[in-house]
Antibody, heavy 122, light 107 residues
Framework: DVQLLESGGGLVEPGGSLRLSCAASGFTFSNYAMGWVRQTPGEGLECVSPMSATGGTAYYADSVKGRFTISRENSQNTLYLQMNSLTVEDTAVYYC???????????????WGQGTLVTVSS | EIVLTQSPGTLSLSPGERATLSCRASQSLGAYLAWYQQKPGQAPRLLIYGASSRATGIPGRFSGSGSGTDFTLTISRLEPEDFAVYYCQQYGSSPQTFGLGTKVQIK
């Protein structure tokens, strides 16, 4: 079974940093595009950053561009999201997701992790 | 950015009834539209992709239709486990975007 297990969420002050990790299992990680989607009660679901299977191509939502960096280590079946200069607007549940192809576009998300909560507050 | 508008916001129905959910796009999507179901405290689950193809393990009572800018998710006969929030997502254009959801609640 496909499993995506996020970690690294928590409480951080505005301006701080966090690094999220996603440990994948149950499939050949290096064959699939992966990404991060966040959810807030007010803004709904937002695709933060997808990345291709090889790690060679990534996309960033305008809201996080220049502050967040996605990366993957295919030998470790792990996806990362480095989040810097956090603001209260980044408070959300962050989901690790798998796309059903080596490329994220134009392909749907077929699996989601359970999510990790990031709270940005002083 | 493509905006997806879902309607209605809330649908109050009884088990056994038919549910019809709408998703309208601000630009043509072709068939690059997916539907997800989310229950409280859980992650979304893929139901439909390519506007009308059911994902693995999804019951036949779920069906999707439409193309271009107007799409529909139909649940033919609601089961107790179908009461949830449903989201549409377009994945043909970056950034991929989601609608705000339709909540299907018990009447």
């Amino acid at each position: 079974d496909v499993q995506l297990l996020e970690s690294g969420g928590g409480l951080v002050e505005p301006g701080g940093s966090l690094r999220l990790s996603c440990a994948a299992s149950g499939f050949t990680f290096s064959n699939y595009a992966m990404g991060w989607v966040r959810q807030t009660p007010g803004e709904g679901l937002e695709c933060v950053s997808p990345m291709s299977a090889t790690g060679g191509t990534a996309y960033y939502a305008d809201s996080v561009k220049g502050r967040f960096t996605i990366s993957r280590e295919n030998s470790q079946n792990t996806l990362y999201l480095q989040m810097n200069s956090l603001t209260v607007e980044d408070t959300a549940v962050y989901y690790c997701v798998r796309y059903n192809d080596a490329w994220y576009s134009p392909h749907p998300i077929d699996y989601w992790g359970q999510g990790t909560l990031v709270t940005v507050s002083s | 950015e493509i905006v997806l508008t879902q309607s209605p916001g809330t649908l109050s129905l009884s088990p056994g009834e038919r549910a019809t959910l709408s998703c309208r796009a601000s630009q043509s999507l072709g068939a690059y539209l997916a539907w997800y179901q989310q229950k409280p405290g859980q992650a979304p689950r893929l139901l439909i992709y390519g506007a009308s193809s059911r994902a693995t393990g999804i019951p036949g009572r779920f069906s999707g239709s439409g193309s271009g800018t107007d799409f529909t998710l139909t649940i033919s006969r609601l089961e107790p486990e179908d009461f949830a929030v449903y989201y549409c997502q377009q994945y043909g254009s970056s950034p991929q975007t989601f609608g705000l959801g339709t909540k299907v609640q018990i009447k």
